[in-house]
């Protein structure tokens, strides 16, 4: 699946909502970090990119046009 979750402090957009849910739910001591940088984690922040959709939406549009 494609990233659209930040890791809280850190800012790094690198997993998927699930994935977050799943480094959460198995964190030590209900702490973990995140696995680019290594700094803790205190929540995950699940973003949508409404531009990346209208794109997407536009180029499927010209290729039925």
């Known amino acids: ?6 890791l809280y ?3 790094h ?3 998927c ?3 977050g849910l799943n ?3 198995n964190a030590t001591h209900n702490r973990f970090t995140c ?3 290594r ?3 205190d929540d995950i922040l699940r973003i949508y990119q409404a531009v ?6 536009m180029f499927k549009r010209k290729q039925i046009d």
Do not use: S
């Open 1 to 6: 699946a494609d990233a659209d979750t930040v």
């Open 9 to 11: 402090r850190c800012g």
């Open 13 to 15: 957009l690198c997993v």
């Open 17 to 19: 909502y699930m994935c």
């Open 23 to 25: 480094l959460r739910q």
């Open 35 to 37: 696995p680019i940088c």
């Open 39 to 41: 700094a803790p984690v």
């Open 52 to 57: 990346a959709m209208v794109n997407k939406l």
